[in-house]
T-cell receptor, first 114, second 115 residues
Framework: DAKTTQPTSMDCAEGRAANLPCNHS???????VYWYRQIHSQGPQYIIH???NNETNEMASLIITEDRKSSTLILPHATLRDTAVYYC???????????????FGTGTRLQVTL | KAGVTQTPRYLIKTRGQQVTLSCSPI?????VSWYQQTPGQGLQFLFE???????NKGNFPGRFSGRQFSNSRSEMNVSTLELGDSALYLC??????????????FGPGTRLTVL
């Protein structure tokens, strides 16, 4: 799976949009970008995933650049409860016996403040 | 649907003992994966079970083992505990693990402390 690079930490004011970048310059054509977050000592929570088109759900938006070498997770109106470590993961798509393995990096620690 | 459940939530053991952790996947999910999370190594993949068979294994010693039952519930066992085994053990389930776009859902974890 492709390696990802994320900033170690970011701050965001409550009510503002939080934009979390991820670099995955070695991504392959069949690899998807996944985002999870982990609130202190809880299990990781799935947020969103995408291949090449921008995606949006009730939690967030995922913007993937045209060359797919980077992406941005957007939390449109951050709240204190969004304070967490956010992980960007690149994962092979399609039918493969190793698809179940998620490779987590160190993630970005997002601190939302008043 | 109920989420992934893990028992116990907290556990304290001493070196040399063994421990068994349990995971109940989301109803209908047949794949269960286990991860270990420590401050030093982060989140690392342990192994995955599907239809009672271990299909993938991470780079962990043989003291770490697991199994899956016919109802998809899974257990992992750590024998001869070492201090370094102190960690948060996470279980994740998915419905179609062979599809790379399938989503894994995590449980709350079991916090193991080895004294």
């Amino acid at each position: 799976d492709a390696k990802t690079t994320q900033p170690t930490s970011m701050d965001c004011a409550e009510g503002r949009a939080a934009n979390l970048p991820c670099n995955h310059s070695t991504i392959s054509g069949n690899e998807y970008v996944y985002w999870y977050r982990q609130i202190h000592s809880q299990g990781p929570q799935y947020i969103i995933h995408g291949l090449k088109n921008n995606e949006t759900n009730e939690m967030a938006s995922l913007i993937i650049t045209e060359d797919r070498k980077s992406s941005t997770l957007i939390l449109p109106h951050a709240t204190l409860r969004d304070t967490a470590v956010y992980y960007c993961i690149v994962r092979v798509g399609g039918f493969t016996g190793t698809a179940s393995k998620l490779t987590f990096g160190t993630g970005t620690r997002l601190q939302v403040t008043l | 649907k109920a989420g992934v459940t893990q028992t116990p939530r907290y556990l304290i053991k001493t070196r040399g003992q063994q421990v068994t952790l349990s995971c109940s996947p989301i109803s209908g999910h047949r794949s269960v994966s286990w991860y270990q999370q420590t401050p030093g190594q982060g989140l690392q993949f342990l192994f995955e079970y599907f239809s009672e068979t271990q299909r993938n294994k991470g780079n962990f010693p043989g003291r770490f083992s697991g199994r899956q039952f016919s109802n998809s519930r899974s257990e992992m066992n750590v024998s001869t505990l070492e201090l370094g085994d102190s960690a948060l053990y996470l279980c994740a389930s998915s419905s179609e693990p062979d599809r790379g776009t399938d989503t894994q859902y995590f449980g709350p974890g079991t916090r193991l402390t080895v004294l």
